[in-house]
DNA sequence: GCCGTTTTCGGCCCGACTGTTTTCAGTCG
């Protein structure tokens, strides 16, 4: 069991039902230390039994009282007040509260006045317009009910970063083209690169701001108006993600863009830093007294508070604000990449066209890491044909000005082993390997698989390391600070996936395997040489992960690059 | 319920919008 994120949920949970009796601090208290156990990058289990209460309280915002509850979570897998909470209201609250616009208030009423207690009951009661006659709600309530339901259905509520990217861009682009708007900029979760986002949130400059409203809410892939007015206007679009659009003064546009970016733990901060220093922070600037001595760019909001400007993927309160930040790792600092797989297994491209492509983006070299045999439904190859795709990438290595590698992507066995011969495997010039069966393994069997294959000297890079598919699978069962010692004490590689569906490592683990020291490479995975941009995607996943150049080895030189491999 | 080079008590981020009211509570980001 994971009991930090156990544990967050129900601390989460908590928060919301105390907030029904308006214990509004008690209840922050709760929902501030389950953020900090959701985030956090020990195991609540381990601190507990090395160092008890004592040690939990040394966790932020837990105190007597919280330690007390971890503990007697730890040992009953329970907490009585939490049940006790529940008992008094017994609502599906989380459920309720999912839905736009229903809070915890709203929901205390409407289980007192109509006994609703979950969703299914709230649909009901407003198809047959109950709602509407209470006080406090009304006909609009009533319908933005029905419709945050069907939305809820609809889709889990978030998307993808990738999914979301071909319609911000697009929605930036036919933005950026209006004369009316002078300056423009994604913010929100999109800007922080999370992998998942709710909605998009896009500001602008402009001195006709009903022009580039008209415009907004005419645009051809517009489904449904939220609203519309001078500062801001809200729409869904045919895909069905919302997106905000708003337009902020000039002189406020860094304050702005700080402000809507987030994310929201990370203003808290920010802002309480600046009341610190005896002065206010908003989205309108930063203000000493009435005189507003910053707002118009990011730089001057963070210098005005005593700070150096913060790359938008580590706006996440995990210590941005307190640390020395590190230069984190930029897109323009890979030399290549070593996750493609070519027509050899099946993907879309020859050799030859990829590495053409990989010359245009400026690589100095490119692998080519096609499945192996044990990935029949992948076409993987067989040690016989990886050994014909050698002479040929030999071939072509003298006609291209890029070096082409030879690898490859194999398979981890259940026993640890790989699908491909050792004799085979130590002739190429780097090998991946991957657990693409068996993923539901027992934790101690799986992080053994792995480790075993980690030993195999000639395996240099772990492919997706945790196996997670976004929103459609888990992470395999595995003990990743065992991996992460493995792969020091083995000097293998954990690759950053840069697959939208994947993104994995994620965030948190990168910065765990930095702090231990291991390497890592951002791969594609890619299938097509189209998805050879997908790299955009895990360079921001290492930057959310505070990777720097160093820590990534395809920043390297081809030189270099070499002398990680076994 | 947590926290503390001003405090072991008295604070706890802040503004806008929505839908309901007729001055505001609840919700959101």
């Not at 929605?171 to 009316?180: A, G, V």
């Not at 030879?406 to 004799?423: A, Q, V």
């Not at 920043?555 to 070499?562: D, E, G, I, N, R």
């Amino acid at each position: 069991m994971n009991y930090n994120k156990e544990l967050a949920k129900i601390f989460f949970s908590m928060a919301n039902y105390l907030e029904m009796d308006e214990a509004s601090f008690r209840s922050n208290a709760y929902r501030k230390v389950a953020g900090v156990l959701e985030m956090l990058d020990k195991d609540v289990k381990d601190v507990y039994s090395k160092g008890g209460l004592k040690s939990l309280e040394e966790i932020e915002g837990v105190g007597k009282n919280i330690a007390l509850k971890i503990e007697e979570f730890l040992k009953t897998k329970k907490v009585k007040d939490f049940d006790r909470l529940k008992k008094k209201v017994p609502i599906k609250l989380d459920e309720i509260i999912a839905i736009e616009g229903m809070g915890v208030k709203k929901a205390k009423v409407l289980y007192e006045k109509l006994k609703i207690k979950n969703v299914k009951d709230l649909e009901k009661a407003a198809k047959k317009h109950k709602i509407a006659l209470l006080e406090g709600f009304g006909e609009k309530t009533e319908k933005n009910i029905l419709e945050g339901i069907a939305f809820l259905k609809r889709s889990s509520g978030r998307f993808l970063l990738g999914e979301a990217t071909f319609i911000t861009k697009d929605i930036l682009r036919k933005l950026e083209n209006l004369k009316e708007v002078e300056k423009l900029n994604v913010a929100g979760s999109f800007r922080r690169r999370k992998e998942t986002i709710g909605d998009i949130d896009i500001l602008v400059v402009s001195k006709k701001p009903e022009k580039v409203m008209d415009f907004f809410v005419g645009m051809d892939n517009v489904a449904k108006v939220w609203g519309k007015g001078s500062t801001k206007s809200s729409i869904r679009t045919e895909e069905g993600i919302d997106v905000d659009l708003r337009v902020v003064p000039a002189k406020s546009f860094g304050s702005a863009l700080q402000y809507f970016t987030g994310s929201k733990e990370h203003n808290i901060v920010t802002r309480r830093i600046a009341i610190d220093k005896g002065l206010k922070l908003n989205e309108y600037g930063v203000f000493k007294g009435k005189k507003m001595i910053a707002g118009k760019t990011e730089e001057d909001v963070y210098k005005a508070i005593g700070l150096n400007w913060i790359p938008p993927e580590m706006r996440e309160n995990q210590g941005e604000v307190v640390k020395k930040i590190p230069k984190i790792v930029e897109l323009g600092d890979i030399k290549g990449d070593l996750h493609c797989h070519s027509d050899w297994d099946g993907g879309d491209n020859a050799i030859s066209v990829i590495a053409r492509r990989a010359i245009e983006k400026g690589y100095e070299y490119i692998g080519i890491s096609d499945h192996t045999q044990f990935l029949k439904i992948e076409n993987g190859l067989n040690e016989k044909e990886l050994l014909e795709q050698k002479k040929e990438i030999e071939k072509l290595n003298k006609k291209f000005k890029i070096k082409i590698l030879w690898g490859c992507e194999s398979n981890i066995l259940p026993d640890g082993s790989i699908d491909i011969s050792d004799d085979v495997l130590k002739q190429m010039d780097y090998v991946i390997a991957g657990v693409h069966s068996s993923l539901k393994m027992k934790e101690k069997e799986m992080t053994k698989r792995i480790i075993t294959a980690m030993k195999n000297p000639n395996v240099d890079i772990i492919a997706h390391p945790t196996g997670r598919i976004l929103q459609k699978r888990d992470e395999y069962n595995v003990d990743f600070d065992e991996i992460l010692k493995a792969a020091k004490e083995n000097n293998v590689i954990l690759e950053i996936n840069s697959s939208p569906y994947r993104l994995d490592l994620k965030d948190s683990n990168i910065k765990k395997a930095k702090e231990m020291g291991v390497k890592m490479i951002i791969g594609t995975d890619a299938h097509h040489i189209q998805q050879l941009d997908l790299m955009k995607f895990g360079v921001s996943q290492a930057r959310r992960g505070w990777a720097e150049k160093k820590d990534i080895i395809n920043t390297q030189p081809l030189v270099k690059l070499l002398k990680y491999f076994k």
